[in-house]
C-alpha cells in the first residue's frame, strides 16, 4: 500500500509515553510536589484574568525579561519554546546543513528531531564510567565537519556531570555550534552561562522544576544568533495560560529551589540506601534521577510495576546500560516505597 508517510518516518518508533494511571510515577523525572494550597489559590486566581478569546502575546518581552534578570543575561538573549524539545526541533531546523554530533547514551530528542529533519547524527559512545572523552568527541567532530553538538550537563539518562575541562575543551576545539542542555540544572548547582557566545549557548527547561505541565524551555545565547532563530519559531508557541503561569511562578523560585534542594537531599538518601545492596551498582546523580544497574532490569521493573511503581527501564537502548533501570527521585513516602519494593525484590 502506498502511503503519504516517508519511509524513514515510517521506520521510527514513535516517542513512547506508558500509561501510569493510579501509580507511583517516578519515569519521567517530575517534581512530586506540587503547589502549596494558598500559591495555588493565587495563580488561579492569575489565570481567571487571561483572555482566553485573545491569541496570547507573541513577543513575551515581560516574560523574557524576567528570565533573563534571573539568568543574568539580556532579554535579546532569551528564545521561549514549547518545552525545550521545540528548541532542539527549531535549532536543528535553522542551522545550516550538516551533522548533528552527540554522546550516547544521551537524551533521545537530539537524534529524533535531527532524523525527522534530515540531518545526519553521529554519536560518540561514553567511556564505561559514562565520562566522556574529549579528543574523541572532537575528532568525530572534525570528521563529521559538525554543525551542531549537543551535551547535555547533567547527562540524562546516566545522571553524571561531565568535567568542565572536557566540556570547555569541546567548546573551544569544535567549528560547529556547541548547545549546552542545562534540563537538569536545578539540581547540579553548575551553569554554563558564563560560556556563551557566537558559538555556544545554553538551553533550560521549567519541566524539571515542577512545571512539567506549562511546556516552557528557553534557550539562552548571542542576541543575534536568538533573533534568527526566533524567525522559526511558531507564533504564539507559548499559550497564554503558560505566560500568565510562569511570569506568576517566577516571582515564587523560593519555594521551587526549596523543592529542589529537598529532592537533592532525598537523592541522596535513595543513594545511600541503595547502595547498602550487594546486587545494585549505583552511578553517582548530580540530577533529580539515579541509575542503577541490577541483575535483571526486567525482573526489577515488573516487580516494581506490580507494587504500583512506575520507573523506567534502560536495559536495551545502548550498550552501556546493560541491566540498568532510571528511577526519578519522588516525594520521601514514593522513594521510601520504591527503596522498600527493591530490598524486598533483591533479597
Ligand atoms: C536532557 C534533557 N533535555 C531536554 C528535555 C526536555 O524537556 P522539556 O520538558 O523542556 O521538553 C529532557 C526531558 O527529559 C531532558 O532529559
Known sequence: MTTMIRNDIKALAAYHV????????????????????????????????????????????????????????????????????????????????????????????YDMVSRWLKRPVASVPLKDDFSLDADYFLQVCGREKAEIAFLACPNNPTGNLWDEAVVQRIARGMSGHLIIDEAYGPFSEHSYTSMISTKVMVLRTFSKLGWAALRLGYLLGDAEQISQLNKVRMPYNINGLTQASALFLLDKSELFEQQAAMICAERERVFERLSRLDQVTLFPSKTNFLLLRVPDAGVLFDGLKKAGILIKNMHGSDPLLTQCVRITIGSKEENSAVIAVIEELLR
Open 18 to 109: 506508558p500509561d501510569s494511571g493510579g501509580m507511583i510515577k517516578l519515569d519521567a523525572m517530575e517534581n512530586p510536589y506540587n503547589l502549596p494550597d494558598e500559591v495555588r489559590q493565587e495563580w488561579l486566581e492569575k489565570l481567571a484574568l487571561v483572555d482566553l478569546n485573545r491569541y496570547p502575546d507573541s513577543n513575551m518581552l515581560l516574560l523574557r525579561q524576567k528570565i533573563a534578570a534571573r539568568d543574568g543575561v539580556e532579554p535579546e538573549q532569551v528564545l521561549l519554546g514549547n518545552g525545550s524539545d521545540e528548541i532542539i526541533q527549531m535549532l536543528l531546523l535553522a542551522m545550516n546543513p550538516g551533522t548533528c554530533v552527540v554522546p550516547r547514551p544521551t537524551f533521545v530528542m
